[in-house]
């Protein structure tokens, strides 16, 4: 391996690491214990998987890899609320796109080479990309993989609980 | 800038950013408010903030860039649960501990090429390390920024009731 491919590498492990802890933790729950919240008045375990597995969807289309598999978790865990629609996808239901869109994002993961994790990400432009050339998929996927690791701490305070 | 000194200069912006949020919301809080429970019958927000200065403290052995500033830390905040000493340090002096443990990692991490960062952690052996040259410093810093978001996020669960 490369020194560039020994440092993709690292990060890819990082982020199937935090991916597989957290879906581990999420699909292990029933259905009624994704229903309590992770603290009091505070959200709900199935908000913040529907949360990370949307925002996890929206980076095919950030990363310049695809368009959205689920557009529609949007209006459920992200613009709007916790508690403001009345009828979520169920544990089951998001277990399957939890898996579908990490599944995804795996392959399309494992071809980039490290040149192309340094190529922008399609919410920069060209020009502003020239000055601040950090503003790349790399960086996007430690900083994705951070907020994984950020809602799974939230999400491990409600384990005693369940 | 080369492929490789891109791909650790991101890393090393992850970091940053994730000591620099940390080290914000901490050092904002007054006494009375770090002695808050993050939720009910957790940890105190003191208690989250000494034990990421403590682990990022003992980065300093484990990636063989010098000897602990602050062993101290791990009675009060590793490896005794919250609230089993009666004196830790207060706010104010923690302050301090986490911004001298916090510079002192970032004059050692801006120094080290791309391939010191691939080099073996010291908690590994030179024969491990050649099954497994994946336990390199590189995913060390980049599994500890994964540690300090998942413990912020669990610190600014209790934002709005501090």
Redesign the interface.
């Known amino acids: ?1 490369t ?2 491919t ?6 890819l ?2 982020w199937k690491l ?1 991916i597989d802890r957290t879906g581990k933790f999420f699909g292990a729950l029933s259905e009624e214990q994704l229903l309590q919240e ?3 008045g ?1 959200n709900r375990l199935i908000y913040l998987w529907g949360h990370l597995t949307a925002i996890n969807d929206a980076l095919l289309p950030l990363l310049g890899l695809g368009q959205r598999l689920h557009p529609e978790l949007d209006a459920m865990f992200v613009s709007n609320p916790d508690r403001s629609l009345k009828k979520p996808l169920s544990g089951e239901e998001l277990k399957r796109v939890w898996d579908e869109t990490n599944d995804a994002l795996w392959m399309a993961f494992s071809r980039l080479s ?2 192309e ?2 190529q922008k990400h399609t919410a920069v432009s060209e020009e502003d990309f020239k000055q601040e ?2 503003r ?1 998929r ?2 996007i996927l ?2 994705r ?10 999400a ?2 409600a384990e005693h609980r369940t």
């Open positions: 391996m020194t560039e020994s440092l993709t590498d690292s990060a492990r990082g935090n992770i603290a009091p505070k490290a040149t994790w340094l050339p950090y790349n790399f960086t430690l900083g993989t951070a907020h994984l690791a950020y809602h799974f701490g939230q491990k305070l």
